[in-house]
DNA sequence: CACTTGACCTGTCCGC
DNA sequence: TGCGGACAGGTCAAGT
């Protein structure tokens, strides 16, 4: 079973609130990039300068982007940002012990077995506690830029709207609009037309909203589309509410499993029956991504021959 | 410009 | 038991 649950929005914004609350206030003390590859520097960028004594004072998230906000070491110098995409199977966790949290912590089992093969970059801060940046493949990266160009990243420059903040709406109905030819589940993994939704979610989504996925954007009423956010919105409530979604890699900041999977109507549940018809879920591949669907009751429209 | 496909990686699983 | 190959998926570059 060569199946990932891969960090999308609900996962990065659970690791956002682990580290808000282990490091933010906390300063870099060293900085130990064992694989170059995962560390960029922006121009005019440099580690010792920007980095080292700065103190992290912001964790903030844009879509499936993680942004480490730092205030410079000495006056005068800029503030900058460590921008962190975990791709598919990233990890930050932060490492300490019974002295920075209290014996019996779950963090505490971590001591010893980090760093592994799969450590790309550890930051040590002033207090001993180290954070770990882990991805096994190598697909993920960890930036050091200022705001301003971390503002200028395409990837953030172009996102869609948040799903969970304010009314994301009359931006996502504009957007998405703008894909008629294409698949809706094509459109949902398009970060310039909704931000942080990635396969696991997609899925669940249309599942909820009783939509195929191969179905053409141009076909679906403002009522489908209108539905369909509002199932994006309440897949990742319940998703953050389980700490996420975890199937081999996905961990949080204390280097915690989510549970959100045992929920899943559909994702990774081909050959089950669907929980609301009883016809059995099939797995296709749209979009070049796996996908899960119940063939009898997503029929808001058939997808066009 | 809209849309699709391949590349980037590594570990795991399946069939032989 | 070993080995080759398919497969997993977020994003970007390149192709249609």
Not at 236 to 261: I, N, P, Q
Not at 293 to 305: E, G, I, M, N, S
Request: charged share 20%; proline share 6%.
């Amino acid at each position: 079973m060569a199946g990932y649950a891969v960090p999308e929005l609900p996962e990065v914004e659970t690791v956002r609130r682990g580290l808000e609350s282990l490091i933010v206030g906390h300063v870099v003390d060293t900085v130990d990039v064992i694989n170059p590859g995962s560390f960029g520097l922006a121009p005019g960028r440099d580690v010792r300068r920007d980095l080292l004594g700065a103190t992290v004072t912001q964790a903030r998230r844009r879509g499936k982007v993680l942004l480490l906000d730092l205030s410079p070491a000495e006056p005068g110098l800029a503030a900058c940002c460590l921008v962190v995409h975990l791709k598919m199977t990233g990890q930050l966790v932060v490492q300490g012990t019974d002295e920075h949290w209290g014996a019996g912590h779950p963090n505490a089992s971590l001591v010893g077995v980090l760093p592994d093969k799969s450590t790309r970059v550890v930051i040590t801060f002033e207090d001993g506690r180290r954070l770990f940046f882990n991805d096994q493949r190598k697909f993920g990266w960890l930036r050091l830029m200022t705001p301003a160009q971390a503002a200028e990243i395409d990837l953030i420059a172009t996102m869609g709207p948040e799903p969970l903040s304010g009314d994301p709406w009359p931006d996502f109905v504009a957007r998405v609009r703008r894909h008629r030819a294409t698949s809706i589940k094509a459109a949902l993994l398009n970060q310039s037309v909704l931000a942080g939704v990635g396969n696991i979610y997609a899925d669940e989504a249309l599942w909820s909203a009783s939509i195929h996925p191969a179905t053409q954007v141009s076909a679906l009423s403002d009522d489908d589309l209108h539905r369909l956010l509002s199932a994006v919105r309440d897949v990742m409530e319940v998703s953050l509410a389980a700490g996420g979604s975890t199937d081999r890699t996905y961990v949080d900041a204390e280097g915690r499993a989510g549970s959100y999977l045992s929920f899943a109507h559909v994702f990774r549940r081909e050959g089950q029956a669907c929980p609301r018809c009883d016809t059995t879920i099939v797995k296709t591949r749209l979009a070049g991504r796996g996908t899960h669907l119940c063939p009898c009751c997503q029929v808001v429209t058939k997808p066009h021959a």
